[in-house]
């Protein structure tokens, strides 16, 4: 008999869940959890919500000018790509 | 055009008609790949080295390696993560160079007893496996979308992300910061499947608690 998976298992499990690595069966027994168990409904869409926060305020991070060494040794590079 | 759509436009581009571009020496393809890579390299060089103005320079040193093995790049790997995987290995070259360096050893990790994980009820609990009182998750669906993308979520975030391990900082930077795929991680930084799985959990999970706690308050 497959036991019916507990709020710590599906919590172990998130990340698999996340990135669709996870097997069918256990898919299958998450999404069950999820359909009775309001904190792990929660859980997970704070899980998600994680993730795009990251990567949304990331994204918001400081674009700095391109600095003049790195002009620089692009500059020098071409020079040399260039046949004598 | 602005600087954020030119870099934005520049990771749209295949990686061949990339190339092509900086082998014909041109110079904004290359200033937009800087301006579109270049601070997360620096994050990402800064966890392996410390500080700041050495990150700088590992970052330098990278876009040189860059420039001169294009002729090597073969296309195994998408171009960013090559970018970043020869990234890594200065990084760590030049750690290890100042014995700062500490491979990824998942046995160094805090252990789940450290209050990195939730907590459930034990065994001999009714509710064994359940939510331990105190662990409940909030509801995060009344915060105000001003809140959730404020500028104190922001650095909530962030500083949690710094607090983590060297470990858990590469891989939640490369993973959700930077958007690599599991795979792309595993093979840059040479872990097993498993061991980024667990280490992304646990740098996930504590920025959780800390959205959850900060959320919670108001």
């Given amino acids: 008999m497959s036991h019916e998976m507990s709020c710590k298992e599906l919590v172990d499990l998130v990340t698999d869940y996340i990135d669709e690595s996870i097997s069918d069966e256990e898919r299958a027994k998450f999404e069950q959890h999820l359909t009775e168990c309001g904190y792990c409904n929660a859980y997970v869409k704070q899980m998600h919500l994680t993730v795009t926060l990251t990567?949304?305020?990331?994204?918001?991070?400081?674009?700095?000018?391109?600095?003049?060494?790195?002009l620089n040794i692009f500059r020098e590079w071409k020079q040399e790509q260039k046949p004598h | 055009m602005d600087g954020e759509k030119r870099a934005a436009a520049i990771t749209t581009l295949p990686d061949d008609e990339l190339i092509a571009r900086l082998r014909a020496g041109d110079e904004t393809t290359f200033a937009q790949l800087v301006e579109h890579y270049n601070a997360s390299m620096v994050r990402i060089a800064a966890i392996y080295v410390n500080e700041f103005a050495v990150a700088e320079e590992v970052v330098q040193d990278t876009w040189i390696a860059v420039l001169?093995?294009?002729?090597?790049?073969?296309?195994?790997?998408?171009?960013?993560?090559?970018?970043?995987?020869?990234?890594s290995n200065r990084a760590k070259t030049r750690a290890t160079r100042e014995s700062r360096y500490v491979p990824l050893e998942l046995s160094d990790e805090p252990d789940d007893s450290d209050g990195a994980m939730p907590r459930f009820n034990?065994?001999?609990?009714?509710?064994?496996g359940s939510w331990a009182d105190g662990w409940v998750p909030h509801m995060w669906e009344s915060v105000p979308e001003t809140q959730l993308l404020g500028q104190e979520t922001r650095s909530i975030i962030f500083s949690t992300i710094e607090a983590l391990?060297?470990?858990?900082?590469?891989?939640?930077?490369?993973?959700?910061?930077?958007?690599?795929?599991?795979?792309?991680?595993?093979?840059?930084?040479?872990?097993?499947?498993?061991?980024?799985?667990?280490?992304?959990?646990?740098?996930r999970e504590r920025v959780r608690q800390a959205l959850d706690s900060y959320f919670a308050q108001e």
Avoid at chain 1, 55 to 70: F, G, H, N, T
Avoid at chain 2, 69 to 85: A, H, N, Q, V, Y
Wanted: charged share 30%; with cysteine.
């Fill in chain 1, 55 to 70: 990567k949304k305020l990331a994204e918001s991070d400081e674009q700095k000018p391109v600095p003049d060494e790195l």
């Fill in chain 2, 165 to 203: 391990s060297p470990n858990q900082q590469q891989v939640i930077r490369l993973r959700d910061v930077d958007g690599f795929s599991a795979e792309e991680v595993c093979n840059m930084l040479q872990l097993s499947e498993s061991n980024q799985r667990v280490l992304l959990h646990r740098a």
């Fill in chain 2, 68 to 87: 001169k093995g294009l002729d090597r790049f073969e296309g195994r790997s998408s171009f960013k993560t090559w970018i970043f995987t020869i990234l």
């Fill in chain 2, 122 to 128: 034990p065994a001999n609990h009714p509710y064994a």
